[in-house]
Each structure stands twice: as C-alpha cells, then as structure tokens.
C-alpha cells in the first residue's frame, strides 16, 4: 500500500513563510510526478507546483516567485517552501504522485490527506 503523508500546515501573517513536506510511503517501484495542489473553500481544486514526469517543474503563476518546490529523492519526499504568503493562498494543500507500486506495472494517481494552509492576520 501506497501512502502520502504531509505536514508543515498552520497558521501565518500575511508576508510570512510556511514550509510543507510529503513523503511517500510503501511498497514503491517508481515514482514519476510529485507535486502539490491545493483548494480553497467553494474552488475547484488546482496546481501549485509539481515535478513532471521528465523532471521538469511547472508553477502555476500565483506561486512563481514565491513558492519553491524540491525533493529528496532517497526520501521520497517533496517539499514546497512557500514565502511572501498572501490571504489568497489559503486553503487545503494536498500531495500528489503519479506511482508505479511494487504490487503492479501500471502507475497511477495518489493524493495526501491534504494539510490547512491559512493566511491571516
């Protein structure tokens, strides 16, 4: 069983920083993509910064310049440092990896738990 797990949510002033983890657990052959998402109240869920598949990273533009993906491949771990954070950026970020389990040969779509990102003074 494969497994996100994230932390580093909570409570910021507006201009601070945040720092969120995801590590990936289980019975792992591969993993390609990994990145983060999140979902503000009544929104529909979007990207905010991940690793493709070929290793290349996409931002979405309300993250360029301020938040900063990067992982620790001998952890399985992505991070996503977050700075400048503005009250827009407050929602549910949720983990996701594209994994090829051990138990299997095709990769599908995992997602975290997801983990509180509130901005506010």
């Known amino acids: 069983q494969v497994q996100l797990v994230e932390s580093g949510g909570g409570l910021v002033q507006p201009g601070g920083s945040l720092r969120l983890s995801c590590a990936a657990s289980g019975s792992i052959f591969s993993i390609y993509a990994m990145g983060w998402y999140r979902q503000a109240p009544g929104k529909q869920r979007e990207l905010v910064a991940t690793?493709?598949?070929?290793?290349?990273?996409n931002y979405a533009d309300a993250a360029k310049g301020r938040f900063t993906i990067s992982r620790d491949n001998a952890k399985n771990t992505v991070y996503l440092q977050m700075n400048s954070l503005k009250p827009e950026d407050t929602a549910v970020y949720y983990c996701n990896a594209f994994i090829t389990p051990r138990s299997t040969v095709s990769p599908r779509d995992y997602w975290g738990q997801g983990t509180q990102v509130t901005v506010s003074s």
């Open positions: 690793f493709t598949n070929s290793g290349s990273i």
